[in-house]
């Protein structure tokens, strides 16, 4: 196939560019690296070494730009396309929903357009568990049918890019549009660890994902006070009173987008939640770093952010059922381990 991979300078865009290449594939990263990094595009190149290298093709553009995309798109002679590019903090976007709306539901709007121009079969759009928001009474693990209302600006502008495509994909089939688009959407929260080939890792700036923010305090390359941790809330009705979210390793949040895209047919509108199907708290995770690092993070105690749900975890059995997929890193000590390993080699992260 010849893959579109928006976002692939990114922590799981470039885990999913790279798994495409290995898997014989071309792939065309668009990235505008306002929060990805030139250095994992690098890694990917220097991984693949010269043959793979020309099966990868690196476009710096912002996806709300339509005709550089049509065009990109049509040389590339793109067939599919995953989509990761978005803007992802959470309390940023209570912050600044804005920015929000316009980059992750304006931008989406422009990368359909180009898709649709262009003839494109398969889109995989990077979803989240956000959109569901609270969860009911006794509905957890949360199942793919249950009422989405997102509590918080990035939940709601993930939702409102699920709707544009299934409105789309009817939208194909009324006009009887051949073939007809087809596109997943895929569910899924807290992503952790780093490829376990040691290739890549993660490296944002700023860095607010819990894993690779406590291992830093330990490493001391984070710019805390102290080096020391903050935890958001210790008062949320969870048995130690910290959040409680489903944590899933990169490398099987790829393999889920990769056998997706391969079951994919004309016309298909699937949705998919990925986890491994059970929560784990902060104090938990806490606990699995200080097992596999032999320290202790120093934390402070901080207020709750706002938008912030306080049990949040998928049932990932509908994926399991219909395509096989299970994840296979299902200690939480390993997702750790491989994150721990690349940032005690990568200190500095890609240096950029």
Not at 234 to 258: K, M
Not at 326 to 335: G, K, N, R, Y
């Amino acid at each position: 196939m010849n893959v579109l991979v928006t976002g692939g300078a990114g922590y799981i865009g470039s885990h999913a560019a790279l798994a495409l290449l290995r898997a014989g594939h071309r792939v065309l990263i668009v990235d505008d690296l306002s929060r990805g990094r030139m250095g994992a595009v690098q890694a990917i190149r220097a991984a693949l070494g010269p043959s793979g290298a020309e099966r990868l093709t690196f476009l710096r553009a912002d996806i709300a730009d339509t005709e550089a995309l049509t065009r990109a798109m049509a040389e590339h002679e793109t067939d599919s396309v995953l989509h990761f590019a978005a803007l992802a903090y959470v309390g940023e976007s209570v912050l600044e929903p804005l920015e929000y709306y316009r980059t992750n539901v304006g931008g989406s709007i422009s990368l359909i357009t180009a898709a649709v121009s262009v003839g494109v079969r398969r889109f995989i759009f990077s979803s989240t568990t956000a959109t569901y928001g609270e969860p009911l009474p006794g509905q957890v693990p949360i199942r793919e049918t249950h009422p989405q209302s997102p509590i918080n600006p990035y939940g709601a502008s993930k939702l409102a890019v699920e709707r544009i495509l299934r409105d789309v994909s009817e939208s194909q089939r009324r006009t009887g549009h051949e073939p007809p688009m087809a596109f997943a959407c895929l569910r899924y929260f807290n992503v952790a660890g780093c490829d376990l080939t040691g290739t890549l890792g993660e490296d944002h700036t700023p860095e607010t994902h819990l894993v690779p923010l406590a291992l830093g305090c330990i490493l001391k390359t984070q710019p805390s006070i102290d080096h020391t941790l903050t935890i958001f809330g210790r008062d949320y009705p969870t048995p130690d009173g910290t959040c409680i979210r489903d944590y899933i390793h990169v490398d099987d949040l790829v393999n889920a987008h990769l056998r997706v895209l391969t079951a994919l047919e004309p016309g298909d509108q699937r949705i998919y939640n990925l986890g491994l199907g059970r929560g784990v708290s902060v104090e938990e995770i806490l606990g699995a770093i200080r097992r596999v690092t032999g320290e202790s993070v120093r934390t402070v105690d901080g207020p709750r952010r706002p938008g912030d749900p306080a049990l949040l975890f998928a049932d990932p059995t509908k994926i399991k059922h219909e395509l096989g997929w299970v994840a296979q890193v299902q200690s939480l000590e390993d997702i750790i381990a491989s994150a721990w390993a690349w940032m005690r080699r990568n200190p500095g992260g890609y240096g950029e």
